[in-house]
């Protein structure tokens, strides 16, 4: 691999970004180049942590582009399988149903599996360095997590107060990530376990080991570190996320409850972390989960009522 350096001109504006060129002719921007900083920094720039926040704010967007298409994608196969519309061609066994059924199921891919997708793009904005190793050590380390939960649960729930017989579904606490029966935390549990897994990925992948133990470099070692530093961290989950989503749904619970007033807070508190980034984390609960939608359209016998529909929702 040949490393050009480009001439910095500092006069001129920012320093110019190193390249490296690989043998096959591709160029990549240096590790150094993704964690440089304006010049001048002292002079009045941007404040480091507020580049950090909107670093991981940029995170959280990566993923969430491809919500365009399989949006589209859903929109087009919900509406050709209204029966309303489309009358018998819209029923079940009907050829037409049948192949726009197909397309919307796997429109809804991402919307199921937005915990695995989150965890895996969180690295390729925040990763300083191997970002594709880093994304792979990240889902593998989040599926550890969540199997010690799932484990930790069935043998000892009713030490943390999870009913783990239950089925998993809305209203449970349990959700099934990856066929794996765990705790429902969502995208943030997601981010918190990807971050983590980041972390250790920026500081340890470069360790050098003794030479009998070189089969445990890079990802491996990232990967031993993980799995044991995930066991704790699954106990605290555990522990503290049972009463993380009685707050969750406390709050959920005042917007829908406060009419309009509930709204204000809720467009007031998108809008103002709209700088940071950390707006995603007000928005997400009811633009893609069930923290309103399900309620209101089982009231059109959309969805059966053990999904939570109370009469007052329908009102």
């Not at 002719?25 to 926040?53: D, R």
């Not at 965890?119 to 889902?139: D, G, H, T, Y």
């Not at 066991?231 to 522990?239: F, G, M, R």
């Not at 995603?280 to 359209?297: E, G, K, Q």
């Amino acid at each position: 691999m040949i490393k050009i350096e480009a001439q910095e001109v500092r006069e001129a504006g920012p320093p110019v970004l190193l390249h490296e060129v690989h043998a096959n002719g591709a160029s990549a921007v240096s590790s150094e180049a993704k964690t440089a900083v304006a010049p001048n920094e002292e002079g009045g720039g941007s404040p480091v942590m507020m580049q950090k926040i909107q670093r991981f704010g940029g995170a959280m967007y990566t993923p969430a582009i491809l919500f365009a298409f399989s949006g589209i994608v859903v929109g087009l196969g919900t509406l050709f399988t209204t029966e309303a519309i489309f009358g018998e061609m819209a029923t079940a066994g009907h050829l037409w149903f049948d192949c726009w059924n197909v397309l919307l199921q796997g429109g809804w891919t991402l919307f199921n599996q937005m915990p695995l997708l989150f965890c895996v793009a969180l690295p390729i904005s925040l990763a300083n360095k191997q970002n594709a190793r880093c994304c792979m050590e990240a889902l593998a380390i989040y599926l550890t997590f969540n199997y010690f939960v799932s484990t930790i649960l069935g043998q000892w729930g009713p030490v943390f107060g999870v009913d783990y017989s239950v089925e998993a579904g809305s209203g449970t606490g349990l959700a099934t990530i990856a066929s794996i029966k765990t705790l429902d935390m969502g995208i943030m549990g997601a981010l918190i376990i990807s971050g983590i897994a980041t972390m250790l990925h920026n500081k340890f992948f470069d360790t050098e080991l003794p030479e009998w133990l070189g089969v445990f470099s890079g990802s491996v070692f990232i990967f031993m570190i993980g799995f044991f530093v995930m066991v704790p961290v699954a106990l605290i989950a555990c522990l503290v996320w049972p009463h993380v989503q009685a707050a969750i749904s406390a709050f959920q619970g005042f917007i829908l409850s406060a009419g309009t007033f509930g709204v204000g807070v809720f467009a007031f508190f998108e809008r103002v972390l709209i700088p940071t980034g950390l707006h995603h984390f007000i928005y997400t609960p009811f633009y893609y989960d069930n923290a309103a939608v399900r309620r209101h359209l089982c009231c059109l016998g959309q969805y059966p009522a053990p999904t939570g529909c109370r009469s007052e929702y329908c009102s």
